[in-house]
């Protein structure tokens, strides 16, 4: 997992939020707009979701079953998972960047690379492979959709966790991986390495592992999914470093170019009066100071026109 070092300049002076929000945001959007253009290929996804269903059961590795008929029994369980899959994935992973930002600048840079390399990978995967989620397969598959379940207590309709009317504004087939655990893997690793309370650092291991229960007792991902999410996160972690030494070498050439365009100054009042043009021999210009050496120049000239002209007065 990336760490920052006290040696590299970057880490010791904290990033300006100013230029912060603006790369977080176009990187969200990149991966949001990514996230709806992505054709919703129906049929593909569905066989997806199917071929994922089958290898979980071959692999004894089908948990989704018995935690989504939990939540769908009991309310009370029910509704506050549909609750922490349509929210935390959007409060505790800004909440930890701005920690991260204010309190353990050295280690931010790093941090904010790494969760945005590991977000485009998902973003990949989501286009090389679109899956159905557990909830959108037919009936006899044994699922229930707990979000359209308990929809009634929430601001979501049955379009996952968008609000309601705003499920065309979503891509339900962008199952795997799991973002919602690739996120809850990245803020539980920070909180676990940089927290210093023990509640923190509690925090750090248990709120991964709740993420995995919910997104799979809600019916919106399969087992793998979540594994899959957890590779894009170690992934992400392992380009770290390489795309940081490329943002280096990029802002180096960038300043060093700068460094070497001339930039003319010109004296505050000053004027150019020639503008390139030469003056001729004893040419004054109006207002200028004269030098001494003009003066001496001056004085030389006028001599030499005296004794020119005296021979001729004595004739």
């Known amino acids: 997992m990336p760490h920052a070092?006290?040696?590299?300049?970057?880490?010791?002076?904290?990033?300006?939020?100013?230029?912060?929000?603006?790369?977080?945001?176009?990187?969200?959007?990149?991966?949001?707009?990514?996230?709806?253009?992505?054709?919703?290929?129906?049929?593909?996804?569905?066989?997806?979701?199917?071929?994922?269903l089958r290898l979980e059961k071959a692999l004894h590795l089908n948990a989704e079953h018995p935690l989504n008929r939990l939540l769908t029994d009991h309310p009370a369980l029910g509704i506050p998972a549909d609750f922490a899959y349509a929210s935390l994935h959007y409060l505790v992973t800004p909440a930890v960047l701005v920690w991260m930002f204010r309190r353990r600048t050295a280690a931010y840079r790093a941090a904010r690379t790494w969760l945005m390399t590991s977000t485009l990978l998902g973003l990949i995967g989501f286009t090389l492979m679109p899956t159905c989620?557990?909830?959108?397969?037919?009936?006899?598959?044994?699922?229930?959709?707990?979000?359209?379940?308990?929809?009634?207590?929430?601001?979501?309709?049955?379009?996952?966790?968008?609000?309601?009317?705003?499920?065309?504004?979503?891509?339900?087939y962008a199952a795997m991986p799991s973002l919602h655990v690739g996120w809850a893997l990245w803020c539980g690793v920070l909180l676990w390495r940089h927290g210093r309370h023990p509640l923190v650092r509690a925090a750090g291991v248990a709120y991964p592992l709740i993420t995995v229960l919910v997104v799979m007792g809600t019916a919106n991902h399969y087992f793998l999914d979540a594994v899959a999410g957890a590779a894009v996160i170690a992934a992400g972690a392992l380009l770290t470093r390489p795309f940081m030494r490329i943002a280096d070498g990029v802002k180096d050439r960038i300043r060093s170019v700068s460094a070497r365009t001339p930039?003319?100054?010109?004296?505050?009042?000053?004027?150019?009066?020639?503008?390139?043009?030469?003056?001729?021999?004893?040419?004054?210009?109006?207002?200028?100071?004269?030098?001494?050496?003009?003066?001496?120049?001056?004085?030389?000239?006028?001599?030499?026109e005296v004794s020119d002209d005296a021979p001729a007065a004595a004739r």
């Open 263 to 304: 930039v003319a100054v010109t004296p505050v009042g000053s004027t150019i009066v020639g503008d390139g043009c030469k003056t001729s021999a004893g040419e004054r210009i109006p207002g200028r100071r004269t030098s001494s050496a003009d003066s001496s120049d001056a004085g030389t000239d006028t001599a030499a």
């Open 5 to 52: 070092t006290a040696a590299t300049p970057s880490s010791v002076h904290r990033p300006r939020w100013w230029t912060e929000l603006p790369l977080i945001a176009v990187v969200y959007g990149l991966y949001s707009v990514g996230r709806l253009l992505v054709r919703e290929d129906i049929p593909a996804a569905v066989e997806h979701g199917l071929a994922i």
């Open 133 to 172: 989620p557990p909830r959108l397969l037919d009936a006899h598959h044994g699922f229930v959709d707990t979000m359209a379940q308990y929809s009634a207590y929430g601001w979501w309709g049955a379009g996952a966790s968008a609000p309601r009317g705003l499920s065309g504004m979503t891509n339900q």
